[in-house]
């Protein structure tokens, strides 16, 4: 326990053991899809879905674990959703590289991103993000959440004419969700502790004892991760052709990072009196770092999980949350067929119960200056609707350059509002 004290300090954020490990296994349930999506994306692009199955829990375990022991947040890692479609859509299938090239480029990618974190550059352009902004990215990552947990669920489908559409509720896999998800408002109501997990649960039980989704079993030995371990090209991502392919990689990795970052410790209320966040140089480079052990185990670029979120809800507020998690995504390599048990659905609810907790930012934007308002809600919807975090921190603060200076309002924006609004200009224009 002194242990455990003096590496999380504990006390200093009122929490327990006890609470910071069930906000772990929340944390770990609403993300370990990922053991099976990555894998399946990445197989798309020629790799071996097996060993893609072990790096990916290597790279989750280690960012989680990195992040929870050095930076001491809660917030767990993991090969991102983003990343990896674009790694295995656009570099790979799209643009014709070898996913080995991929790998390399993910490498340079992330060895930059350490650079930079290192360095005051990145922590001076978090720090820096407005005020309001912040807390629209909040409850974009919420509405983001909550889009991705009706997509999951069935909920809401896509739409020829009109992009999404209302599925079918009186289905399965909607309705135990909706109910999941009342279950857990519920007893959150109630100030029942474990919500989010007694829900998950109950959904899970639901699935297995009406047979919509198997139980794949307990045990069993992780699958060789030869075919993808140290397969990476360097040389090859140094030609020419794959500039804009890792430059598109950093800035989908920083901001990303950022946005998630920003949003979680927000709603755990981690940021100091004037909204920054303490410990971020050591936070950038637990993730930075797990980009490039994620390279060299066979992933995509690995970053910060929004639905760290869960875990903080379950009242996860040091980084021993995170390192419980990691520990779980290890675990995980022997326990795969018990993880690939909990059906989409199910941690579906979960996610959408957190988005509701996380759009409530929006309530202290400052809605009487409409250049401080009108940004803030630009990110929040951009987010879920290009399916992007990164997306939406640079439509954000594009349109809050353009709006402070067409209104007359050019000093209230600091050097680096300017220049993280450039960078996303020229990403849009030249990427």
């Known amino acids: ?92 299938l799209g643009m014709g590289h070898a996913w080995q090239t991929a790998l390399g480029a993910v490498f340079i990618s992330g060895v930059i991103f350490v650079v930079l974190s ?37 909920i809401v489908v896509d739409h020829e004419a009109t992009l999404v559409s209302l599925g079918k509720l009186v289905s399965f896999e909607p309705m135990v969700c909706i109910g999941a998800f009342v279950i857990i408002a519920a007893l959150s109501a109630r100030k029942v502790r474990g919500a989010v997990i007694i829900g998950i649960l109950v959904a899970t039980a639901v699935g297995w004892l009406f047979g ?32 804009t392919v890792i430059l598109s990689m950093l800035i989908v990795d920083v901001f990303d990072t950022a946005g998630t970052l920003v949003g979680v410790a927000h709603r755990a209320k981690l940021t100091d009196a004037n909204g920054k966040l303490p410990r971020l140089g050591k936070a950038l480079l637990s993730d930075s770092s797990a980009t490039v ?58 996610l959408l119960f957190v988005a509701c907790l996380m759009a409530r930012s929006l309530a202290d934007i400052d809605w009487d200056d409409i250049t401080e308002s009108a940004p803030a809600v630009i990110a929040a919807l951009a987010m879920p609707l290009s399916f992007s975090v990164a997306e939406g921190i640079g439509l954000g603060f594009i349109s809050y350059i353009l709006i402070k200076l067409v209104s007359g309002k050019a000093r209230d924006c600091s050097a680096a509002a300017y220049v993280i609004a450039v960078i996303f200009a020229l990403k849009y224009i030249f990427l």
């Open 293 to 350: 052990v994620g390279a060299f185990a066979g992933t995509s670029s690995t970053t910060s999980y929004i639905e760290s979120a869960a875990g903080v809800e379950a009242g996860g507020r040091t980084g021993l949350t995170a390192v419980v998690c990691g520990l779980l995504f290890l675990g995980c390599l022997f326990f795969a067929p018990l993880a690939q048990s909990v059906p989409a659905y199910a941690t579906a609810a979960a």
């Open 118 to 154: 290192v360095l005051p550059v990145r922590e001076w352009l978090i720090n820096a993000i407005p005020r309001n902004l912040k807390l629209g990215m909040a409850a974009g990552i919420g509405l983001f959440l909550g889009f991705i947990a009706l997509k999951n669920a069935g």
């Open 1 to 92: 326990m002194k242990l455990l004290q003096r590496l999380f300090h504990l006390q200093e954020h009122a929490t327990t053991p006890r609470v910071e490990s069930m906000a772990g296994l929340t944390t770990f349930l609403t993300m370990a899809y990922i053991t099976v999506v990555n894998p399946s994306i990445l197989s798309s692009a020629g790799m071996d879905f097996g060993a893609v199955f072990v790096a990916t829990c290597i790279a989750a375990a280690f960012g989680s674990i990195v992040m929870g022991l050095y930076a001491n947040y809660p917030i767990a890692q993991a090969p991102g959703m983003a990343q990896n479609s674009f790694f295995a859509f656009g570099v790979v």
């Open 212 to 243: 919509n989704n198997e139980f794949h079993g307990i045990i069993a030995m992780p699958p060789s991760p030869a075919p993808v371990l140290l397969q990476l090209d360097i040389v090859a991502a140094l030609q020419w052709s794959m500039v």
